[in-house]
């Protein structure tokens, strides 16, 4: 399944097409995951729960909102996939979606 890894130490953001299992998100991760809705629909991003306590390196994805711009800030790395299925079962990108996502991301994170 398509996901979007997004690492904040080597400022890198890739596509990987793989099964995802919890231990491999988390290993990503650098602990405990958290899921947050990042400002696209139809996906679903997940980052260390402890980010912020842990002062772990920040980074910041543009957002727009009802007609205003803004910056959302994160720490650490992150993955980004599709969102979970009737079942609650998280889903992969689809492909335009994945490849759309990935150019945006390239483009606009800042790293700080």
Same mark, same amino acid.
């Not at 904040?8 to 299992?21: G, Q």
């Not at 919890?22 to 997940?46: D, H, N, R, T």
């Given at each position: 399944?398509?996901?979007?890894?997004?690492d904040?130490?080597?400022?890198? !953001?890739?596509?990987?097409?793989?099964?995802?299992?919890l231990?491999e998100?988390?290993?990503?991760?650098?602990?405990?995951?958290?899921?947050?809705?990042?400002?696209?629909?139809?996906?679903?991003?997940? !980052?260390?729960?402890?980010?912020?306590?842990?002062?772990?390196?920040?980074?910041?994805?543009?957002?727009?909102?009802?007609?205003?711009?803004?910056?959302?800030?994160?720490?650490?790395?992150?993955?980004?996939?599709?969102?979970?299925?009737?079942?609650?079962?998280?889903?992969?990108?689809e492909?335009?979606?994945?490849?759309?996502?990935?150019a945006?991301l390239?483009?606009?994170?800042?790293?700080?």
């Amino acid at each position: 399944m398509r996901g979007i890894i997004i690492d904040r130490n080597a400022k890198t !953001v890739e596509l990987v097409d793989k099964d995802w299992t919890l231990k491999e998100m988390q290993k990503i991760i650098g602990g405990f995951i958290e899921s947050v809705a990042p400002p696209v629909a139809g996906m679903i991003m997940y !980052v260390n729960e402890d980010g912020k306590r842990l002062k772990l390196p920040q980074w910041k994805m543009p957002f727009m909102l009802q007609g205003k711009a803004g910056m959302l800030s994160y720490c650490g790395n992150a993955v980004i996939r599709g969102e979970p299925d009737d079942d609650g079962n998280t889903t992969g990108l689809e492909k335009e979606q994945a490849e759309s996502l990935l150019a945006f991301l390239k483009a606009e994170i800042v790293w700080e």
